[in-house]
Structures are given as structure tokens and as C-alpha cells.
């Protein structure tokens, strides 16, 4: 296990800056997720801590040592990409010993530390396929495999579920999960699907233009996002515009979820509307309410087969104030 540290972390491609002077800690042992749009970053983020590319400002630490100069082969960093890029002509276990070769390491090391992390990938009894003989799920856990065994400082994820169907994904987030646990390595996750970011890290880094907007704990991403980029990129949100009594205008977030609908008018202050669309998602329901030519979402868990209301019905709706955030500019 291992803690990384970039500081003022600045890479240029031409005119296009695509790193702004970052600042990230990953702290020893845990799993942080690199998120956002496309061409926000974060693959370039994971590139200069692999030593792929090399930054215009700035210094990368692994546990407190500069690694600005130091080689690829050098670092001992693991990196799972998003094709899994595995040999066609080797085995799943060729696949997986080869890093160890290359380190020239006896034919006894090799046969044991592949056994071992074949074992933890759950790939026993398929040693001897080709990468063509097995599923998607099974060659991610192959590319995992391989970079593990060579017992890495960190590990850097490239969305490497990407190419799985979405049932195979989220069977494999909870299985990279048990992995990564078990190792205990440090590990840097890029994804830009913000339920995977949510249901896998410790920590949740929100990037956009090339800056990190907001890191912490996914509950405390989510719950309190900082602006409304981040409330809009990580999940549903409703915008309020407010103005004060001096005439100064805010903008305030509230969660669909957290959204009441009564058929009844509630008591203090609430929005009235008519529902427009139902979206029924199995265990969710997403309402899109009109208020006066404002569009709100409210969602409602599903207690039974059927939406609790109708298309074209007359509601209010009100939210307990504590849920109702602040925007920064």
C-alpha cells in the first residue's frame, strides 16, 4: 500500500491545457475515483502518475518519494486499461505470469504468485483458455490479475468496465471491490459513470476542464455537492433561483428524492403542478412535474407495480428546508 501526491500538476497538449494546476492526495489503502465528462482530465491525471506522459508544472509522490524522472518500468505501477490489452496467443495464466518474467524472477516465484492471484480473481480452471475462449467479465479479471501479481505500490483503473453489458458491470464493481480489499492496494479508478464512482470508491474527485471541482466521500459528494456542475453531473437535481430582500439572486439544489408530492396542499411553503411524464424504472418512479412552466423531478421508491400518481394530476410538492442547498457561483 501506497500514498500519492500530486501537487500543482499542470500538462498542455498544444493550446488545450488539459490539467489546471491539480492538486490530489490518495491516501494509503484506498479506492478514489477520478470522474467526469470526456476531456475533463482525468485519464490524462492517470497517464502522468503512470509516467506515460510527462507534466509542464509540477511533482508526483509516491509515499513521500519524487517520481517526476523515474522511468515507467520503474515505478512498479499496475495499469488495468479499458481494452484490458491481454496477448491473444498466451494463456490466462501466461497472460498473467508475464510481468513477473520479465523481473526474471525464479520459475518457482512465478508458478506461485500466479497460482495466488489466480486464486483471488476466482479464474481456478481456466489457466490454460485463450483471451478469445472467455467472457468479458473473465478477461477484466485476467488484465486485474496481471496487474496485481507484480505486487504494484498502486493500481491505476482506465474504465475498465466499459466494455461489459451493464448486468456483467455491476456483477464486476462488486467483484473489483472484494478484490481490491483483499489486496490492499492503493488503488485510482477513472470512470465517468457516476453510480459506479459512488457504489465503488472511498473517496469521489469530481473534475471538469482540467480542474478537480470537489473531492470526499461519495455520501458527502452527493449529499452536499459544492455547485451546481457537481449537483448536476453526480446524479438528478432540481435548481431554485432565489432572491433576497436586497435583491441578490442565489441559486439553491434539492435531490428529486428528497421532493414530497401530496395530492393534498401541505401546510407551510410548496410548489403546485401537474404531473407531465412518469418514468417507471422498476424499483423508482421519476415524476416530472409543470410548476407555472418549471419543470420539477420528484422520485418515490416503489411499494407496488404502479405509479402512486397519474399523468395530468394536480399535486404540491415541499421538501424539509436542511435539503434544499446552496449553490457556490
Known sequence: MATVTVKNLTKKYGAITALDHIDLEV????LVSLLGPSGCGKTTTLRLIAGFEK????DIY????????????KRNIGVVFQSYALFPHMTVKENIAYGLEQRKLSKQEVEQKTADVIKLVQL?????RKPKQLSGGQQQRVALARALVIQPKIL?????LNAL????RVEMQAELRRILEASGITALFVTHDQEE???LSDY???MNEGRIVQMGRPFEVYERPRNIFVAGFLGKANFIEKTDATGKKTVHCIRPEKVNIHEEMPQGIFFEGKIEFITYAGNITTYTIDCDGKNFLAEEQNASHSAKFGTGTKVYLNWEEENCLLMEE
Open 62 to 73: 509516491i509515499d513521500g518519494e519524487k517520481i517526476n524522472e523515474v522511468p515507467v518500468n
Open 124 to 128: 481456478s480452471g481456466y489457466e490454460h
Open 197 to 199: 464512482a459512488l457504489t
Open 165 to 168: 453489458d451493464k448486468k456483467l
Open 27 to 30: 491516501p494509503q489503502g484506498a
Open 156 to 160: 491505476l483503473l482506465d474504465e475498465c
Open 55 to 58: 507534466p509542464e508544472t509540477g
Open 204 to 206: 469521489v474527485v469530481v
